[in-house]
């Protein structure tokens, strides 16, 4: 009787290890904005609250705040955008928290399929959530009076600048979410960094009315570079030294906060 051979199954190759990588990434994405869609409380963080900072800014505290050179509301919205795109990352940190403590994170972790795709399925569905959040704003920007005054290559370099500032902020927020795993403290912990770079900066006042102490610190630090160059992008001016200075920032800050947060997810339990 001849003896039957049973060959062990090849192990996959990289190109076939990233198939399914960004398969199951985007399952995860799926799933998050899911989540996203079928509760309206996160809609109403996300949508509702930067359109209410738009008509406050716009109609109560405007009139009350000189822009030489052009009008208050073409200042602001590149400002508030930012903010949006930055406040927005909140909902990694607390989503984050929250399957951390509920175990949903080992479950998915203990399932076939590529490790990295948690965090990157959260990445890509906050990407696409602040899209649209994004633009949406740019809509209502639209109705009380903003202006593109650099063409559509502007619109765009500005949609996409802000777009990388959220991505990068979901990077610090999701290391402090899985970091600190209780979505409470996340949201009490998690916008005490973000508040005094959003508003020490140029995002609704020029820095040049601020005290002469505070200027150094608001002239140099990233979230005023960055909304500077979004500020170019949209109205006009110098992008390409305030273009690199951006980038740098981003850069460094992905570089540091991006493996904290990969190392912290692989060692949380």
Not at 128 to 144: D, H, K, N, P, S
Not at 245 to 260: D, E, N, Y
Request: proline residues 5%; glycine residues 8%; positive net charge.
């Amino acid at each position: 009787m001849a003896a039957t051979t049973i060959l062990a199954p090849s192990a996959p190759g990289p190109i076939q290890q990233a198939r399914w990588a960004v398969s199951d990434s985007l399952t995860m994405a799926q799933r998050n904005l899911l989540v996203w869609i079928r509760v309206p409380a996160y809609i109403v963080f996300t949508v509702v609250q930067p359109v209410i900072f738009v008509l406050l800014f716009r109609y109560v505290f405007g009139g009350a705040i000189p822009v030489a050179g052009g009008s208050y509301v073409d200042y602001m919205i590149p400002g508030i955008i930012a903010q949006t795109a930055g406040f927005a990352s909140m909902g990694t940190a607390i989503s984050l928290a929250i399957e951390m403590r509920k175990g949903v994170i080992d479950r998915l972790r203990s399932m076939p399929m590529s490790r990295s795709a948690v965090l990157a399925g959260r990445l890509i569905a906050d990407t696409v959530r602040m899209l649209i959040t994004i633009l949406i704003l740019v809509g209502i920007a639209y109705a009380v009076g903003f202006r593109f005054h650099n063409g559509l290559d502007g619109a765009v370099g500005m949609v996409l600048l802000a777009l990388a500032f959220g991505v990068t902020v979901c990077c610090v927020s999701a290391f402090i979410g899985l970091a600190i795993k209780d979505e409470e403290s996340v949201q009490a912990f998690g916008m005490i960094w973000l508040f005094p770079l959003t508003f020490v900066s140029s995002a609704f006042v020029p820095v040049a009315s601020m005290p002469g102490w505070l200027q150094t610190f608001a002239r140099n630090q990233p979230v005023t570079v960055i909304i500077d160059t979004m500020r170019s992008f949209a109205l006009g001016g110098p992008v390409a030294s305030e273009l690199w200075k951006s980038i740098a920032w981003l850069a460094g800050i992905a570089l540091i906060f991006a493996p904290l947060a990969v190392r912290t997810y692989r060692r949380a339990s």
